[in-house]
């Protein structure tokens, strides 16, 4: 029986260059969680991602290295436009270890704000 633990990360605001939002700890840390004892994996279930603006503004998400915004690693919203206040939901499974990096970014800064929930397990 797998012993991970439910987790939230976020919310945070997204930035207009591509920035790291998610990266799981290792024993020095990791981004957006606290240091643990041990190498983690992630593993992302939903993600929203919420327009706080009058006017519709876009997101992107990539998996791959630390502020990377490279072509081919688009991950999900890919310059998807969001409505003014409004948001996006995103459901299903997927695995972040250690050397991988959900980054993102928005149209304009701090228009967009990251939420997400998964679970955290030790390798």
Do not use: C
């Not at 790291?20 to 840390?29: D, K, R």
């Not at 998996?63 to 206040?85: D, K």
């Amino acid at each position: 029986m797998a012993a991970n633990k439910i987790v939230r990360f976020g919310p945070v605001a997204m930035a207009a260059a591509a920035t790291n939002i998610i990266n799981p700890p290792t024993l020095t840390g990791g981004t957006g969680l606290a240091g643990t004892n041990s190498n983690t994996y992630l593993v992302l279930r939903h993600i929203r991602i919420v327009n706080k603006t009058a006017a519709a503004a876009t997101a992107t998400l990539y998996v791959g290295a630390t502020g990377g915004s490279a072509a081919g690693t688009e991950f999900a919203y890919n310059a998807t436009s969001i409505p003014a206040n409004s948001y996006v939901d995103w459901y299903g499974q997927m695995r972040l270890d250690v050397a991988d990096f959900l980054t993102g970014l928005a149209s304009a800064a701090t228009t967009l704000t990251f939420e997400a929930e998964g679970e955290i397990g030790v390798v």
